[in-house]
């Protein structure tokens, strides 16, 4: 048989899943490596979406999602985004993963560059390798508090280069970017004509800090950001995100979307519209349960001497493993064989990150204190 595409073949796999295979061969395994929320979603999301199945929602709705819906998320982006949003600058997409690869395959060309942050989600990486658009990396440097520099920023821009991408709250530093760090960054894409995509899929897990959209500041329609129903509502399987440009960029969205999905499911639309029609209680008590855990979490490794990054936003804590003697991958391979715990390797959000490894920490408490009690006698040797 022919071989697959140098296309695909060039995709390099994200440690987190493949993490997630090893993990799949073993029994009694915490699994602490992947960004799922334990909990299900709250009942009146699932009744919106088993009602809508019976009331004909099984049908494909526009390109970019039933303007009802998109009408609801524009008020949401207005009111609490403070972005001006109208339906038609909002396109529903399979998630925020799709949400960043139409954002990228819209106004990029194979050859160009976008600057993503390292550490960083690999998948952001990943996209722009398969679509042939060079990754250049400016760095989230703990002397900075994971923040970005402006000025190495500044100087990695190029002729070829596109688009800033930023995430904040960020995955896996928990750092929660300021007002003047994102305006810094919207203030360099504007002199130097970029566009700049933001990936704020995290935005309501917030344990300190303030969230800030640049859209909400955005002149001129550069800004391209993307949302998701995933970690807010714990719909990760719902496969349901949105993204907000201006009219132009969508309309270039919508067609992506027609070519490589039609649209999202119209159940899974119904289901988004009810959660941010509803009550928001869920998520209060849900990001008071991560508080909770991310304090215990903190404190049995800072009383055991293990260093660790204090995350501000998300749900993800950075172990610092050094002490170890091993490289990420490798301690991620003997913790799970010896102590049945996932970990995802640090290596796979980045070259400078192979000290640590990420602990998601979106699980029952007891489960987080075990897993890290497996974690920490594993350093201890016991
Ligand atoms: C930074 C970041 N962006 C986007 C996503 C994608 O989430 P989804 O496609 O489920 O909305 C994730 C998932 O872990 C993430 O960590």
Redesign the pocket.
């Known amino acids: 048989m022919r071989p697959l595409s140098n296309r695909v073949l060039g995709i390099p796999r994200s440690g987190i899943r493949g993490v997630m295979d090893l993990a799949e061969r073993l029994d009694g395994v915490i699994h602490m490596e992947v960004?799922e929320p334990h909990l299900q979603p709250p009942a009146h999301i699932l009744a919106a979406a088993a009602d809508a199945t019976r009331a004909g929602f099984n049908k494909y709705t526009p390109n970019a999602g039933l303007p009802s819906v998109r009408e609801v998320l524009a008020h949401k982006l207005r009111s609490e985004n403070g972005i001006p949003a109208t339906v038609d600058t909002i396109v529903m997409t399979p998630?925020?993963?799709?949400a960043?690869a139409c954002a990228v395959l819209t106004i990029t060309a194979p050859g160009e560059e976008v600057l993503l942050p390292e550490p960083g989600?690999p998948?952001h990486g990943n996209q722009l390798t398969l679509f042939g658009v060079k990754p250049v990396y400016y760095s989230l440097h703990p002397s900075r508090g994971f923040l970005p520099d402006p000025d190495e920023l500044e100087a990695l821009t190029s002729p070829r280069t596109k688009a800033i991408l930023v995430?904040s709250p960020a995955?896996p530093t928990g750092a929660v970017f300021p007002r003047e760090t994102l305006a810094g960054i919207l203030g360099l894409a504007q002199r130097r004509d970029l566009y700049l995509i933001t990936?704020e899929?995290?935005e309501k897990i917030l344990y300190e800090g303030e969230h800030h959209s640049p859209a909400a500041w955005d002149e001129d329609g550069r800004v391209i950001s993307c949302f998701?129903f995933?970690?807010t509502y714990a719909m990760?399987g719902w496969?349901i995100?949105y993204i907000h440009a201006s009219p132009e960029l969508c309309q270039g969205f919508g067609k992506l979307q027609e070519t490589l999905v039609s649209c999202v499911s119209s159940p899974a639309q119904k289901g988004a519209e009810a959660a941010l029609s509803g009550s928001q209680e869920f998520v209060r008590q849900m990001v008071e349960t991560y508080r909770g855990n991310r304090d215990a979490a903190c404190r049995l490794f800072t009383e055991a001497g293990v260093k660790i990054v204090e995350p501000h936003g998300a749900f993800y804590l950075l172990v610092d493993v050094s002490s170890a003697g091993l490289d990420s991958y490798a301690f991620m391979e003997q913790l799970l064989a010896a102590k049945r715990v996932a970990v995802a390797p640090g290596l796979t959000f980045g070259q400078h990150c192979d000290r640590y490894i990420r602990i998601s920490f979106c699980k029952e408490q007891d489960i987080v204190v075990d897993g890290i009690r497996r974690i920490l006698d594993f350093l201890a040797g016991k």
């Open positions: 960004g998630g925020g993963v799709f960043t989600w998948n995430n995955n990936d899929v995290y998701s995933s970690k990760t496969r995100g």
